[in-house]
């Protein structure tokens, strides 16, 4: 069993930065792909980004290329979300994602993962 914990989140104003962090507890996050979705009040929850096992390959929503940039560092067994130039619609609950069923690239929906943090909350104010 895996246990994710999320950091980093909180209020910030539009245009600045923000960064999430992720850890697993008890195990090597080096054996799992990991992946970031978030849900904003009334809506589904939505795919946002995603590493594989090395970092070397990653994939983003369409709706924060650009802004946002998924990393990992194996070593600190830990990953990250940097969010750049927020928007009040980037405002949700941020959920970071782990699974080892994946020796290359990453999922992009969220039944791809079995392991799930409480969720940080993060609010972007115009």
């Known amino acids: 069993q895996v246990q994710l914990v999320e950091s980093g989140g909180g209020l910030v104003q539009a245009g600045s930065s923000l960064r999430l962090s992720c850890a697993p507890s008890?195990?090597?996050?080096?054996?799992?792909?990991m992946g970031w979705f978030r849900q904003a009040p009334g809506k589904e929850r939505e795919f946002v980004a995603c590493?594989?096992?090395?970092?070397?390959?990653?994939n983003l929503a369409d709706s924060v290329k650009g802004r946002f940039t998924i990393s990992r560092d194996n070593t600190a067994n830990s990953g990250y979300l940097q969010m750049n130039f927020v928007k009040p619609e980037d405002t949700a609950v941020y959920y970071c994602?782990?699974?080892?069923?994946?020796?290359?690239?990453?999922?992009?929906?969220?039944?791809?993962?079995?392991?799930w943090g409480q969720g940080t909350q993060v609010t972007v104010s115009s």
């Open positions: 590493i594989d096992r090395s970092g070397s390959d990653t």
């Open positions: 008890g195990r090597s996050f080096s054996f799992y792909v």
């Open positions: 994602t782990a699974d080892r069923r994946f020796l290359s690239g990453c999922p992009s929906v969220g039944e791809g993962y079995a392991y």
